[in-house]
């Protein structure tokens, strides 16, 4: 008898902890209470993984995400996104962290945006949609931000203005904003050498000429970027 009830008493915590919210900023960052934050989450245990469903604070939905591995963010099944009013804004389906199948967009209407079939990761074709529901020219949803004139022109950038503090060799993996005005802020070392030639790889960053700005659904965003940058 003493254990099927602690048995069960294990299995209510379990339970609970599922259940359990937390609550998040604007911009979320994670907060001990309520107090202050503008949302929360819920996270349950599923069958291949972790299922998460974040609110808004007076409880409307905002989205429901499922993962393979929720502590690398691994996105496995189905995602949906909601407008404030409690329309769809997204219907987007992951295998692996990959999208994979027909991706759906919406207008706040509840009219299909668009529609964009992917396979293993990569992008086949798309269609889009004015509010009215006819077919527009298509556009592809997010196009990352770029270097003037592209990849190539960035390293010959970075060969000619970066100035070795010593020998160390290897690499760099810098992650930074691309603003809306093509500068570029919020730099974070995610692999570095040493301090000063850490600092360096900044320094040309912070320095370089303005980029050309991502665009998320046809429209200027600032958008979160990161780059290798080798010292050999």
């Given at each position: 008898?003493?254990?099927?009830?602690?048995?069960?008493?294990l299995?209510?915590?379990?339970?609970?902890?599922?259940?359990?919210?937390?609550?998040?900023?604007?911009?979320?960052?994670?907060?001990?209470?309520?107090?202050?934050?503008?949302?929360?989450?819920?996270?349950?245990?599923?069958?291949?993984?972790?299922?998460?469903?974040?609110?808004?604070?007076?409880?409307?939905?905002?989205n429901?995400?499922?993962?393979?591995?929720?502590?690398?963010?691994?996105?496995?099944?189905?995602?949906?996104?909601?407008?404030?009013?409690?329309?769809?804004?997204?219907?987007?389906?992951?295998?692996?962290?990959?999208?994979?199948?027909?991706?759906?967009?919406?207008?706040?209407?509840?009219?299909?945006?668009?529609?964009?079939?992917?396979?293993?990761?990569?992008?086949?074709?798309?269609?889009?949609?004015d509010?009215?529901?006819?077919?527009?020219?298509?556009?592809?949803?997010y196009?990352?931000?770029?270097?003037?004139?592209?990849?190539?022109?960035?390293?010959?950038?970075?060969?000619?203005?970066?100035?070795s503090?010593?020998s160390?060799?290897?690499?760099?993996?810098?992650?930074?904003?691309?603003?809306?005005?093509?500068?570029?802020?919020?730099?974070?070392?995610?692999?570095?050498?040493?301090?000063?030639?850490?600092?360096?790889?900044?320094?040309?960053?912070?320095?370089?000429?303005?980029?050309?700005?991502g665009?998320?659904?046809?429209?200027?965003?600032?958008?979160?970027?990161?780059?290798?940058?080798?010292?050999?």
């Amino acid at each position: 008898m003493k254990n099927l009830l602690l048995l069960f008493v294990l299995f209510c915590s379990v339970q609970f902890f599922a259940q359990e919210k937390v609550y998040y900023t604007e911009h979320f960052k994670e907060l001990p209470t309520a107090k202050d934050a503008t949302y929360y989450s819920t996270y349950e245990d599923i069958e291949k993984g972790t299922q998460r469903i974040t609110y808004y604070i007076d409880g409307r939905v905002r989205n429901s995400d499922q993962f393979s591995n929720f502590r690398k963010k691994i996105l496995n099944g189905t995602s949906v996104n909601w407008y404030k009013n409690g329309n769809k804004e997204s219907v987007l389906l992951y295998t692996k962290g990959k999208q994979e199948g027909v991706q759906t967009r919406y207008y706040e209407s509840g009219q299909v945006k668009r529609n964009e079939n992917y396979k293993n990761g990569e992008f086949i074709d798309g269609t889009c949609f004015d509010e009215n529901g006819t077919e527009i020219a298509f556009f592809p949803f997010y196009v990352k931000p770029e270097f003037p004139g592209g990849i190539n022109e960035f390293y010959k950038y970075v060969g000619k203005n970066f100035k070795s503090p010593n020998s160390a060799k290897g690499q760099i993996k810098v992650s930074f904003v691309v603003e809306i005005d093509g500068s570029l802020k919020d730099f974070i070392i995610i692999e570095g050498l040493n301090y000063d030639m850490n600092v360096e790889a900044l320094r040309v960053l912070f320095t370089s000429p303005l980029w050309i700005p991502g665009k998320v659904d046809g429209k200027d965003a600032r958008v979160k970027f990161s780059i290798p940058i080798t010292i050999s």
